[in-house]
DNA sequence: TGTTAGCACTCACTTAATCAGAGTGCTAAC
DNA sequence: GTTAGCACTCTGATTAAGTGAGTGCTAACA
């Protein structure tokens, strides 16, 4: 038994009318609606074969049919058309999203409520890995006696600081020296590499009071690399949910936000994707709660380096091809926004 | 009629009651479950006035009483008691919410996890209004050729910064002389009359090549001002609300999710929301969407001044003694932690 | 040999009916 | 004023019957 012609096609309409209603669908509806030149006892026949294939399931026996998570895949790598962006459409998403482009968080945060409100599912962004961000220096500023804030500059233009309050007072001279050496230690490594360095190797000195001075700050500077390397996951239409039938059920709705509350294992589980546009559906997720879900994501860019992502979640029954579209639309634009500059520039569009 | 010792007795055993089961509650589980000292019928007849006084209400013909916004407020302002935290699990609070206390926002956060955890309802907190924040210092720094980081710094230990892509180069001197012209200018103002002062007026200056310069920054600090008076709301335990039996119904669900979704709606809401402990009770509330809600919320202070604001949303029927004074515990630990310093200190507890 | 019409059969879902249980409200006695 | 007793009400659970969408098989047809 084959996957001919005919029974693609009666799989992609099966695909396609369950995606929309969401019901099972029978061999009358599909003749009624799809221009398929068959009866429907040939549709029944054909869709027995699929079912015995693995490509259809049967809630039970007197219901039509659904895709299995294996017609979903098929449909994935080989039925699915590239879904063309109206252009209309695609100004109207470019102008939201650069309407307000002057934080990268910000933008990453626009960015998921546009791919919400357009799919109607629960979106996600999540601003880059700054590991292999590379620092420029490193600044200690005096503010009053004993405070000064501390602020470390990256090549993506990153800003980090930290107010300091010493146990002692200081002198400014020291204050500039440990600055300059700390920059000179630190400049040109990535923030994963600073945070191995050896500190007593790299910025010695001899004198006491900058010596003291330099224990007070070189916990508060390994502190604020740390936090430079935590990822901000920005989610958007939670309470689209309500509006998709699989999640109707209470139980099933607790359980979808269950996993979405969790937002440092799901980070976490985005983290470990792989790059690039990447569908995974029902049981290729790893994770166990999300073996009913399917998700879709994409990288983005930052300096042509520092990647991040954006996706949405929902139920496997989802419009593949139109989402993986503006999935895609979506990156392409902010990895263009952050191409070089950091995206002030509101003329590269 | 007026409401007597036994009335009064009778609703508090309701109120009671029905907050921890959730069940309208009929005279003859009162008189098993509370030392009432009267028969069920008695019961039945107090309960009816009780109802006719608009304390009660019933759901249905044969169901139990239910208490009604009037009683809880009734038991809100003279009935309830406070609630003494027993000092093991003070201690367990404390313990928990200094664990991580580097950052505002983030002990902020982690004390609106504590409060969901405890409460089992769904908690927000906010961070500070900034608005009679007082500004320190301004910095520009140079970072390359046509890139400079400009650095606001408060009074309150807060340091925002921006980094600013010019169209042209600039000379450090310029940036230097700029920094401390803009100090002078803006030193001591509070952040909402630093957004109201007339440029020109302040940052005069002569030389046409730090004219320029200051042309490009003065947007870009205005721009940062104004990011300085948002504030951070978080949330969390949402998923708590699918416990709750009130929200067992998917429709409220999703009405309670959207109403929680729109963090600014939100945000907005709580800043209008008086100082100090205040609890609101379903129509008090002047969102239409949470007249079946109530709200406690308590305020904080940042260096005795500024202020920012905790507390819980749930059903009508929660525990509010308890809850007030868990949320007043952590307003009162808060203030106390970021009394003077800014929280580093962890020997103040 | 593939396609189709016809028909019996299955199963979920809906509506109606019955029943048990919790609770009230009234009356009359204490 | 309090209480026991009892009829009455209403909900929620359970059961039963009916409806309809859909399948799967068989036999006829091209």
Chains 1, 2 share one sequence.
Do not use: W
């Not at 994501?297 to 979640?313: E, P, Q, S």
């Amino acid at each position: 038994m084959d996957l001919n012609e005919r029974k693609l096609k009666i799989l992609q309409a099966i695909i396609h009318d369950f995606v929309t209603t969401a019901e099972p669908v029978g061999s009358r509806t599909l003749s009624k609606k799809y221009e398929l030149g068959v009866s429907p006892a040939t549709i029944r026949n054909e869709m027995s074969d699929l079912e015995d294939m693995g490509y259809l399931t049967h809630p039970h026996t007197s219901a039509g049919r659904v895709p299995s998570q294996k017609a979903y895949r098929l449909y994935v790598n080989d039925l699915m058309s590239k879904y063309e962006i109206p252009q209309a459409e695609k100004n109207a998403i470019a102008d939201e999203l650069y309407s307000n482009i002057t934080e990268l968080d910000q933008t990453i945060e626009h960015a998921a409520k546009i791919l919400s409100d357009i799919t109607n599912l629960t979106s996600f962004a999540m601003t880059p890995k700054k590991d292999q961000d590379v620092l420029k220096f490193i600044n200690l500023l005096p503010v009053d006696e004993k405070t000064i804030v501390l602020m470390i500059v990256s090549e993506s233009g990153k800003v980090s600081n930290m107010t300091l309050k010493l146990r002692q007072g200081y002198d400014e001279e020291s204050l500039s020296v440990l600055s300059k050496n700390m920059t000179y230690a630190y400049k040109g490594k990535t923030i994963s590499e600073a945070l191995t360095l050896d500190i007593v190797d790299t910025v010695h000195n001899d004198v006491s009071a900058m010596n003291t001075l330099k224990n007070s700050v070189m916990p508060s500077f390994m502190k604020t690399l740390e936090d430079m390397l935590n990822v901000n996951l920005y989610m958007d239409g939670l309470t689209n949910i309500f509006s998709i039938p699989e999640y109707n059920d209470i139980d099933r709705a607790k359980m979808f936000m269950e996993l979405i509350d969790k937002k440092e294992d799901f980070t976490k589980t985005l983290i470990q994707r792989d790059d690039g546009l990447l569908i995974t559906i029902g049981t290729e997720n790893d994770d166990e709660s999300m073996k009913e879900c399917s998700m879709i994501t994409a990288t983005y860019h930052v300096d042509g380096k520092l990647v991040g992502k954006l996706g949405v979640i929902g139920p496997t029954r989802m419009k593949y091809s139109e989402i993986s579209s503006v999935i895609e639309f979506l990156t392409d634009n902010l990895s263009n926004a952050y191409r070089l500059t950091g995206g002030d520039d509101d003329d590269d569009y």
